[in-house]
T-cell receptor, first 110, second 113 residues
């Protein structure tokens, strides 16, 4: 099946700092890749996706590029805000089951 | 609003009891997934249904069962509850197929006392 490796955190950054959350995955075939975000007290929401190698997904200032050669899908944002404080999940999806890691907890301080 | 509805929002019950969690997927979505989220285990995939048929099983205990009904809503049944079953249970739906993103409900928080 599919699996991911991402840092658990917590990652603590000051507002306007640069963010990178690393994600590497193992999967059969050529999965689509997703980043989801979970704000406190809520379910997960799709943040961005990429469906094939070298695709870049982007949304709300976040970006991630599908790197097939390194099986990675690192999440980046140039300038984080306090409202970005949440848990971020990287997930490959090929086939019927979608496995999530423990997520990376991000805390942005003013 | 994801369009996925989970009921109840909160559930408090005693060890040994049985509960049923309910999920209504987004309109048009055929796939339903169930997940368990706890602090120590993270977000664990339990089971996936597509159009009424079971498609994949994850780390689902034998005490747990699920089904998807003809109207596509799904129920997760948890029996012989133990303290360790206390967790957030999420349902997610998608149109189905590789590359389809999941849309999550806000979860049911189960507390077993």
């Amino acid at each position: 099946g599919n699996s991911v490796t991402q840092m658990e955190g917590p990652v603590t950054l000051s507002e306007e700092a640069f963010l990178t959350i690393n994600c590497t995955y193992t999967a059969t075939g050529y999965p689509s890749l997703f980043w989801y975000v979970q704000y406190p007290g809520e379910g997960l929401q799709l943040l961005l996706k990429a469906t094939k190698a070298d695709d870049k997904g982007s949304n709300k200032g976040f970006e991630a590029t599908y790197r097939k050669e390194t099986t990675s899908f690192h999440l980046e944002k140039g300038s984080v805000q306090v409202s970005d404080s949440a848990v971020y999940f990287c997930a490959p999806n090929s086939g019927y089951a979608l496995n999530f890691g423990k997520g990376t907890s991000l805390l942005v301080t003013p | 609003d994801s369009g996925v509805t989970q009921t109840p929002k909160h559930l408090i019950t005693a060890t040994g009891q049985r509960v049923t969690l309910r999920c209504s997927p987004r309109s048009g979505d055929l796939s339903v997934y169930w997940y368990q989220q706890s602090l120590d285990q993270g977000l664990q995939f339990l089971i996936h249904y597509y159009n009424g048929e079971e498609r994949a099983k994850g780390n689902i205990l034998e005490r747990f069962s699920a089904q998807q009904f003809p109207d596509l809503h799904s129920e997760l049944n948890l029996s012989s509850l133990e303290l360790g079953d206390s967790a957030l249970y999420f349902c997610a739906s998608s149109v189905g197929g590789q590359g389809s993103p999941l849309h999550f409900g806000n979860g049911t928080r189960l507390t077993v006392t």
